[in-house]
């Protein structure tokens, strides 16, 4: 299996923005991190191993970024209007440079869908709903998509446009429905156990399904915990089965 680690110099963030990139060919898959917001973190929490058999065979290519989770939204030492704008800027990092990274890396633009756990299932869920001429679906497991969850009192225009519990539901232009609706890889999924939230799957996969955009949702039982264990299996759940 080719592995490659990479740094992006991102201007929008000013900073640099580590990668690990695993494959050598197939549908290209941005994963963000769940917890750590390390680019390393899928690697040693056994996601990549349990599909290294999938990735050798070029069934799929993944990009896996670092985040700024605990600069932004969890960091209780700056305020909320510089939370917002770090989003903005992280947004920008994804869509302008870590898109472009892609491509250049797979020698043209390819078709990309975005994947994540945890925080990383927000990102990845938000990312994609954003911007759906960009990215072509989502792996989304184990997320909250309402970002006021995390933004308390303070819900400026860009926190709107990045809650995907907000937005979505008031989505009416036809330009960004006709990408959602020709969409094939819309993936929601959480367990019922311990510290698990399948509502905030359900109650996403309700508002697509009021849209009329094609998806799919998966609520695992109560065995099914809160933890990489359960994203591990869900993760190569989809990709052995549905990519």
Known sequence: MEIKSDIIVSQSLNR???????????????????????????KKS?????????????????FCISGVDNDMWLNN????????????????FVEDECVQYI????????????????NGAFHAANTFFRR????????????????????????????YFNSPMHYLPNLNDSYWLSFLYSR?????????????????SQNLADVLKEKGIR???????SEYDHDYTTWVEMFKHFVETRL
């Not at 250049?104 to 994540?116: D, F, K, N, Y």
């Not at 990215?135 to 989304?140: K, R």
């Not at 497991?141 to 926190?159: A, P, Q, R, V």
């Not at 998806?215 to 039982?221: A, M, S, T």
Request: proline share 4%.
């Open 16 to 42: 640099e923005m580590s990668v690990e990139v695993y494959g050598h060919y197939g549908i290209s898959i941005l994963v963000f991190p769940a917890i750590t917001g390390e680019s390393t973190e899928w």
């Open 46 to 62: 056994g996601f990549i191993d349990s599909i290294e058999h999938l990735i050798r065979i070029g069934k799929c290519k993944l």
């Open 77 to 92: 030492s700056i305020e909320p209007k510089e939370k917002s704008l770090l989003h903005f800027n992280f947004n920008k």
């Open 103 to 118: 491509y250049e890396q797979c020698g043209g633009a390819v078709p990309i869908i975005t994947a994540g756990a945890a």
């Open 132 to 159: 759906p001429d960009l990215f072509f679906g989502t792996i989304a497991i184990s997320g909250k998509y309402d970002l006021s969850d995390l933004t308390g009192d303070y819900f400026d225009e860009n926190c």
């Open 184 to 200: 094939r890889h819309i993936y929601l999924a959480s367990g019922a156990g311990c510290n698990e939230s399948p509502e905030s």
């Open 215 to 221: 998806h799919h949702i998966e609520i695992w039982g």
